[in-house]
């Protein structure tokens, strides 16, 4: 059964960098479609960017220049490197998984851009 624990959140401020990491467990992510999502107060949880399982990325429009989503497959792990951050970048990260064993979310991980 896949499980997936984030870290690498943080307070950072306008213009500023960090990465994501997400680790899996129990199921390898070889076989996954993996993604990152986030979730600001008072709206949807909406994707951010995505990488199948035979390592195709990409992500949204908002995020597109400034965000990369990578993967580690030897160490299980799916990254979410994010420059030139903005105050609007501010949110609860998720990872996901999905394949033919099911799906999972992580616990989420507070990204907040202030000065």
């Known amino acids: 059964q896949l499980q997936l624990v984030e870290s690498g959140g943080g307070l950072v401020q306008p213009g500023g960098s960090l990465r994501l990491s997400c680790a899996a467990f129990?199921?390898?992510?070889?076989?996954?479609?993996m993604s990152w999502h986030r979730q600001a107060p008072g709206e949807q949880r909406q994707l951010v960017a995505k990488i199948t399982s035979g390592g195709m990325a990409s992500s949204v429009d908002s995020v597109k220049d400034r965000f990369t989503i990578s993967r580690d497959t030897r160490k299980n792990m799916v990254y979410l490197q994010m420059n030139n951050l903005k105050p609007e970048d501010t949110a609860v990260y998720y990872c996901?998984?999905?394949?033919?064993?099911?799906?999972?979310w992580g616990q989420g991980t507070q990204v907040t851009v202030s000065s």
């Open positions: 996901f998984g999905w394949g033919k064993t099911g799906s999972a």
């Open positions: 129990g199921v390898s992510i070889s076989f996954n479609d």
